[in-house]
């Protein structure tokens, strides 16, 4: 398959990125059998060595700082849990900002790296230089929208995808951390059906698929060191069936190809032997590359 990107961008903190990239990233991985994922975060937060690193996170392995030095994320792409590729979080991103104000530059980056398969970039709660950087680099940027404030923040991010001609129509807000209990107005409405009617007011594209709140993936995000999947841990839950919608909605949007029409079992960490020239099979070739370097 071709290659292809998306973020995860919102300026405001906590309104469930993290989650969507890492939880979107193992359904689409499931859901696509064959499709090699890579994840990316350009923050400082250690979630996704934690949560997909084999091995405990070790300060001195080679990060994204060292790939983005070298214009070239091969050198430093691991294979972890789920089958997911990803790329070890570096310490702290001030460096790394400072070398990203070309907007292009992680464009750059990603074709150089040229992995065959889908690349997911989960930002920091800001608009700033590498947040620019991964829109541009995206097929698709994910708004996240859980509050009006979110609201007002996907109005900017908007702007700054609009900068490029078309580049709205590259943005979708999905509502997340939903809890259809809160908030209802005079004319018995809630939260998301008023959100709902001003993101078609403004044109915005939205995900039909929407995220729960739920306790249960809130102690799964952050009730553990360790954290760990809706699809291996939490199958009864709603997120566990709206995050498969969201990945074939996904899939559909990208496209990704044929989806499998259940989430496949647990994935062990080594891939299978793969026929030669299926999507498995570059994804191997591309792990030689890695081992050989
Ligand atoms: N569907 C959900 N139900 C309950 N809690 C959730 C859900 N999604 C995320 N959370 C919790 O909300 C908090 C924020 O989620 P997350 O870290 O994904 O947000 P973020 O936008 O990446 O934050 P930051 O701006 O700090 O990077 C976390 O504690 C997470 O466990
Ligand atoms: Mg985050």
């Known amino acids: 398959m071709r290659r292809v990107t ?4 919102s300026n405001k903190g906590g309104v469930g990125k993290t989650m969507v990239a890492t939880q979107l990233a193992i359904y689409l991985r499931a859901l696509y059998q064959d499709l090699p994922v890579l994840l990316v975060g350009l923050d400082d937060q250690r979630i996704i060595d934690r949560m997909f690193g084999l091995r405990p996170p070790d300060p001195g392995q080679p990060n994204l700082k060292h790939g983005w030095a070298e214009r070239d994320l091969r050198p430093v792409v691991q294979l972890g849990q789920y089958g997911i590729h990803f790329v070890p979080t570096p310490p702290d991103t001030g460096p790394l900002k400072m070398r990203a104000e070309d907007p292009t530059m992680l464009r750059s980056i990603l074709e150089r790296t040229d992995f065959p398969g889908l ?7 800001d608009l700033e230089a590498l947040t620019r950087n991964a829109m541009v680099a995206s097929d698709l940027v994910i708004l996240p929208v859980s509050d009006w404030s979110a609201f007002e923040e996907a109005e900017k ?14 943005g979708r807000v999905l509502f997340t951390l939903v809890d259809r209990r809160t908030r209802i107005d005079r004319e018995g ?5 008023r959100l709902a009617t001003a993101t078609e007011e403004r044109g915005w594209p939205r995900f039909q698929s929407f995220l729960s709140r739920s306790p249960r993936v809130e102690a799964l995000s952050s009730g553990s060191t360790i954290p760990g999947s809706v699809l291996h841990q939490a199958r009864g839950t709603a997120v566990h069936r709206q995050l498969r919608e969201l990945a074939e909605e996904v899939g559909k949007l990208l496209p990704l190809g044929d989806a499998v029409s259940m989430p496949a079992p647990p994935r062990t960490a080594s891939p299978p032997a793969a026929p030669p020239g299926s999507a498995a099979s570059l994804k191997n070739a591309f792990l030689r590359g890695l081992r050989r370097r």
């Open 157 to 170: 991010a908007f702007a700054l995808l609009g900068r490029e001609p078309g580049g709205e129509r590259r």
């Open 119 to 125: 690349t997911i970039l989960d930002t920091k709660s």
């Open 189 to 193: 409405r809630d939260l998301y059906e």
């Open 6 to 9: 998306l973020s995860v961008c």
